[in-house]
């Protein structure tokens, strides 16, 4: 009857949940240990000059393997840290190892590139945050011009102190990038009052671009826009030739996606930037 069948769905969702909670619980005890047990690493993907074809800059992308949960991906763990604060840490970590890596290739001779890494909402509100990249680039004697931080438009809530962070970010002399850009909300006041270097097109306006004359306009528009602000643009995500030739056409000056490379190893990172 419908009571019973009531209780037996209620015990269903109810377990369901149950192994859910688990789940969660499991995973952020896991991630706790991750640095101290070393299961953290970065990749790198370039981001390449759409006129000469050179890798310009990296992208740093965190990976993590748990020898209980295997590869965890960063849209299953970043939420989790963000949650419970452990970002900060680990986002300290994120910061320190990217910029330490990039001054170990200056000093190698290689090319000069910047590194980017991707700040989550609750590092960027924190207080902190200044302080502890200044005290980052001290210890690794990487210079400020090299270190580029992505931020996009949803976590920056209250205009007042995003406005506040972003000012003394650029008081150290590092770039800022707006990733993602077109997915979050209200994109254009921000673009005008936020002192930020570039504007990184989210990958869903660029997939299939040369099929699409909706997102065509759109992307040809944002390019065009952020020129006429004076800031350098990413396209995110070129996977085609054909993406890659409409983006040119457009002026796009800068490309990032499997197209070029996906995000790599140290070691091949080494092999593709080496001239
Ligand atoms: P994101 O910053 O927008 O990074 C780009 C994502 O797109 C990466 O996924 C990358 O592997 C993927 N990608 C690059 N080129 C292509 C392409 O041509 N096609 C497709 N389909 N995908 C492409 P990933 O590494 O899984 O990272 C996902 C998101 O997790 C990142 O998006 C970023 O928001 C976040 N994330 C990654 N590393 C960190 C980190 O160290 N700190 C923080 N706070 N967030 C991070
Ligand atoms: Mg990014
Ligand atoms: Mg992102
Ligand atoms: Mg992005």
Not at 95 to 104: D, S
Not at 109 to 114: D, E, I, T
Not at 178 to 201: A, E, H, N, R
Request: aromatic share 8%; net charge negative; charged share 25%.
């Amino acid at each position: 009857n419908a009571k019973e069948q009531a209780s037996s769905s209620y015990q269903f969702y109810s377990r369901k949940m149950n192994e859910r909670f688990h789940k969660r619980m499991e995973l952020e005890n896991h991630l706790r240990k991750a640095i101290e047990n070393e299961e953290l690493r970065l990749l790198y993907q370039p981001v390449v000059d759409s006129y000469t074809g050179q890798i310009v800059g990296l992208e740093s992308l965190l990976r993590w393997h748990n020898p209980h949960l295997g590869h965890v991906p960063p849209s299953d763990f970043i939420p989790v840290a963000e949650e419970t604060g452990l970002i900060l840490e680990i986002g300290e970590w994120v910061l320190k190892e990217a910029c330490k890596q990039n001054k170990i290739w200056q000093v190698a001779g290689l090319p000069k590139m910047f590194i980017s890494v991707n700040l989550s909402s609750r590092q960027f509100n924190d207080s902190r945050l200044s302080r502890t990249i200044q005290q980052i680039l001290e210890e690794t004697e990487l210079l400020p011009q090299y270190l580029e931080l992505e931020i996009t438009e949803s976590m920056t809530m209250d205009v007042r102190v995003a406005l506040d962070t972003l000012y003394e970010l650029k008081k150290l002399g590092v770039q800022i990038a707006m990733d993602d850009f077109g997915t979050g909300y209200s994109s254009l006041g921000y673009l005008k009052d936020y002192p930020i270097d570039k504007m990184k097109i989210d990958q869903s306006f660029i997939k299939g671009l040369q099929h699409n004359q909706v997102n065509a306009a759109i992307v040809n528009t944002m390019i065009a826009m952020a020129h006429n602000l004076g800031l350098q643009v990413v396209a995110e995500g070129v996977e085609t030739e054909e993406e890659l030739h409409l983006l040119k056409d457009y002026g796009c000056g800068l490309l990032q996606g499997y197209y070029f490379s996906p995000p790599t190893d140290v070691e091949r990172i080494v092999e593709l930037i080496t001239p």
